[in-house]
């Protein structure tokens, strides 16, 4: 839960903490994150590029299954614009050739 009061800040940095919401929930998560920024509030989220889902042990979290919701630009586009945000930019960083996982990054505003 999201215990803020209304456009109470300027910003959310989301950054590898969306890729555990469940798929069907994330649309609830972002019109709440919507209703505590600002006008004109910026929103970044960081997510794990690719289909679909899995749950699996990190070698971070030894015996703890995590969730990983995986998402394409184009779905990670839609379901932020669906909620209101406007998005300015969205691509994939590039990584160190040692990194194996692909990652999508997307900066978006609130209308003012």
Not at 34 to 46: A, C, D, E, S
Request: proline residues 6%; glycine residues 6%; hydrophobic residues 40%.
């Amino acid at each position: 839960n999201i215990d803020l009061p209304e456009e109470s800040v300027d910003g959310v940095w989301a950054c590898a903490s969306l890729l555990h919401v469940k798929r069907h929930e994330l649309p609830s998560v972002l019109k709440r994150i919507y209703k505590i920024l600002r006008p004109n509030g910026i929103l970044f989220i960081h997510v794990k590029k690719g289909k679909g889902e899995e749950e699996r042990i990190e070698p971070s979290t030894p015996g703890i299954k995590r969730l990983f919701i995986f998402y394409e630009a184009e779905e990670l586009i839609s379901v932020v614009t669906q909620e209101g945000f406007t998005v300015t930019a969205c691509y994939e960083p590039v990584m160190p050739k040692t990194e194996k996982t692909q990652w999508i990054s997307c900066f978006a505003r609130k209308a003012q």
